[in-house]
C-alpha cells in the first residue's frame, strides 16, 4: 500500500474514534414542546392588567427564552392631571408674579415721583380676584381648606365614608351653583365698565365660574380616594397640615 493512501485511512479512522467518543460524552437532550405560559401582573397605583408571554423554543442544542415586552407608564387620566395641575400651578405664579410688580412699582414710584399708576391699584384687586378662584382647586385637592372633621373622626369607618359621600355631594352642588351664578352675573355685567381701565365687568366675574369648573376637576381627581379613606393629593410643594397650623 502506498504511503499517502495508509496516512489518509489512518486518519479518518482516527476522526471517526474522535466523533464516537464525543457523541458517547454528550447524551441526545430531549426535545421540548414549544409552548406559552400566561401571567397576570397588576400595576401598583392603577391595578391595570397585563398578559406577560413566555415562549419557549427548541433549537439544536439551544435553549432560548423570551419574554413579550411589557410597558410601564402612566395612564391618560395621570398625563391629564399632570398637565392640568402645571397649567394651572404656573397661571397663578404668573398672576401673583404680575400684582407684586405692579404693586411694586406703584408704591417706589409714589415715594421717588410722587406720582402713582393710575391703573395699578384696580389691576391688582382683579388680579387678586382671580388668584382667589383659580387657586381654589389646588388648595381643594390638597386638603387645604378650614374643615371641622370631629364627628368623622368619632364615627365607625361604614359611617365616615356615607358622611364623607353627603359632603362630596354637597360640595359638587355648591361649584355647580358657583358656575351656574357666576354665568349670570357675567351676563348682567358685560356692559358695566371698569371705572379706570374701562373693560366690563364681566371679564371680572368671569373668574367665578371659571374658577367653579377648576374646583370640579380638581375634586374629580381626588374623590375616590377622599371618600374611601380620606386622602387627598400629596405633593412635595404643598403641605396641608403645615398650612393648616399656622
Same mark, same amino acid.
Given at each position: 500500500?502506498?504511503i499517502g493512501?495508509g ?23 430531549p426535545?421540548?414542546?414549544g409552548?406559552? $405560559? ?7 397605583h ?7 408571554a ?10 432560548f427564552?423570551?419574554?413579550?415586552p ?9 398625563i391629564?392631571e ?9 397661571v397663578?405664579i ?9 404693586i ?9 415721583t ?6 395699578a391699584? $384696580? ?17 381643594l385637592?390638597?386638603?387645604g381648606?378650614?374643615?371641622? $372633621? ?9 359611617a365616615?365614608?356615607?358622611l364623607?359621600?353627603?359632603?362630596a355631594?354637597l ?8 358656575i351656574w ?10 356692559f ?18 371659571i ?11 381626588i ?6 379613606e380620606?386622602?387627598f ?5 404643598f403641605d396641608?397640615?403645615a398650612s393648616a397650623s399656622l
Open positions: 500500500m502506498p493512501m496516512c489518509k485511512a489512518q486518519t479518518a479512522a482516527i476522526a471517526r474514534a474522535i466523533a464516537r467518543i464525543c457523541n458517547a460524552a454528550d447524551p441526545p437532550r426535545r421540548l414542546q409552548r406559552v $405560559e400566561s401571567a397576570t401582573t397588576l400595576s401598583g392603577d391595578h391595570l392588567t397585563q398578559q406577560r413566555r415562549h419557549r423554543v427548541e433549537r439544536p442544542g439551544i435553549l427564552v423570551s419574554f413579550s411589557t410597558p410601564h407608564g402612566p395612564t391618560i387620566v395621570q391629564f399632570r398637565l392640568f395641575l402645571a397649567v394651572n400651578r404656573w397663578l404668573l398672576l401673583l408674579a404680575a400684582m407684586s410688580v405692579i411694586f412699582t406703584n408704591v417706589v414710584m409714589r415715594y421717588t410722587h406720582e402713582s399708576i393710575e391703573w391699584e $384696580e389691576v391688582s384687586r382683579h388680579m387678586m380676584i382671580w388668584l382667589t378662584f383659580l387657586g381654589a382647586g389646588p388648595v385637592r390638597y386638603g381648606h378650614i374643615a371641622v $372633621e370631629n364627628l368623622q373622626d368619632a364615627l365607625p369607618r361604614g365616615a365614608i356615607a364623607r359621600v353627603v359632603v355631594a360640595l359638587f352642588a355648591f361649584f355647580g351653583f358657583m351664578y357666576g354665568w349670570l352675573y357675567m351676563q348682567r355685567t358685560m358695566q365698565l371698569t371705572a379706570v381701565t374701562q373693560i366690563p365687568f364681566a371679564y371680572i366675574y368671569s373668574a367665578m365660574p374658577g367653579g369648573v377648576l374646583l370640579v376637576v380638581h375634586f374629580l381627581l374623590v375616590k380616594g377622599y371618600i374611601l380620606r386622602r393629593a400629596s405633593d412635595a410643594h396641608a397640615t
